[in-house]
């Protein structure tokens, strides 16, 4: 088994310029609100833009299923899909793509429209935790992973996401104690393991899960 340092490491050295990339984006959804997403070589699909909303819709869009999938809907829809589209259209468009729970991700897409001010506080939050905590309590649909996953996506760094690519090279190398099942201890677990690892590296909880995805996937995506 390759160690788990030695292994990001030549993750780095393979994708550091993608990952870069990546995280700029995400920056500039934070400082701008709005970013352009290019996920050329990785997924075929032509560049984009999205606002905080639209980020905040692909993250209940990922939820039980892929960022690739998360990626193509986010594009169709649009920024202004995501605001106004009726609860029909959007099920039609990601049903169409092949989300398994079509109906009900439209429906909470719906639901998060009236949210939006308390998102829009959440990442004007310096803690990405103080936020996460905020929006699991306040968005239906949004446990820690989907928080984290939208925090980390609108340039915080200081949240981890775990999900079943991140978890299973945690388990795999030992890290963590294998477990069937995410419970918020585990998650706290395994994101204090995820900031030694960081720490150990020099790079940021952003980073990390990046290039783990991509160790995981062959792929940058976000």
């Not at 550091?16 to 997403?37: C, M, P, S, W, Y």
């Not at 960022?67 to 605001?83: D, N, S, T």
């Amino acid at each position: 088994m390759i160690p788990p340092l030695h292994e990001i490491k030549e993750a780095v050295n393979s994708v550091k310029d993608h990952v870069d990339k990546r995280i700029a984006q995400f920056r500039n959804l934070k400082e701008k609100g709005l970013t352009e997403f290019d996920f050329r070589p990785f997924l075929d699909i032509d560049p984009y833009r999205a606002d905080i909303f639209s980020e905040a819709s692909f993250c209940i869009l990922t939820a039980n299923s892929s960022a690739a999938l998360g990626i193509k809907i986010q594009k169709e829809v649009g920024i202004e899909g995501f605001k106004k589209l009726s609860t029909d259209d959007l099920f039609q468009i990601i049903r169409k793509k092949g989300h398994r729970f079509a109906r009900q991700r439209a429906e909470r897409i719906v639901m998060l429209r009236d949210k939006m001010d308390i998102i829009e506080k959440a990442v004007k939050i310096k803690s990405g935790k103080e936020a996460r905590d905020i929006l699991v309590k306040e968005i239906y649909g949004y446990g820690y992973k989907e928080a984290s996953h939208f925090l980390r996506n609108t340039g915080f760094e200081d949240v981890a996401i775990i999900d079943r690519h991140i978890s299973r090279f945690l388990f795999e190398k030992g890290i963590v104690k294998p477990r069937k099942t995410i419970t918020k201890k585990v998650y706290l677990e395994c994101e204090e393991a995820l900031e030694d690892l960081s720490g150990e590296l020099g790079i940021s909880l952003a980073e990390l899960d990046l290039y783990i995805f991509y160790i995981k996937t062959g792929k940058v995506l976000k």
